[in-house]
C-alpha cells in the first residue's frame, strides 16, 4: 500500500475517490466490456445485506419492490451524475401495495 498512489480527497472530487475507494477495496472492478463494472463478491454481499434491509424497511410501510435495470447514453450520464458515461447498474423503485391505495 506504501507504493500506491493516495487517494483523491473525497471533498476535492467525490466521484474519483468514491472510484478509487470501491476499487481498491476490491469491491468492483472494471469488465472487458466497456462502460460496464464487474461487482466482486465482497461488493455483491454488501449490497444484498443492504438490500435486504431495505427491503424489509420498505414491505413494512406496505411496498413492492420492482427492479428496472438502467442503461444511460454517456452524454446524460456524464451531464447528470458524473460518471463519466459508465453504466449503472440498476435502479430500484418501490411502489405502495395497490391494497393501500398505490
Known sequence: MANEKALTPRAEDFSAW???VVLRAELADYSPVRGCMVIRPY???LWELM???????FK???HQN???PSFHPAKLSRARS???GRVRQ????HYPHPAEGG
Open 60 to 62: 413494512e410501510t406496505g
Open 82 to 84: 458524473g460518471t463519466c
Open 43 to 45: 461488493g455483491y454481499r
Open 51 to 57: 438490500r435486504d434491509r431495505l427491503d424489509l424497511r
Open 90 to 93: 440498476g435502479s430500484s423503485h
Open 18 to 20: 468514491y472510484n478509487e
Open 66 to 68: 420492482a427492479y428496472f
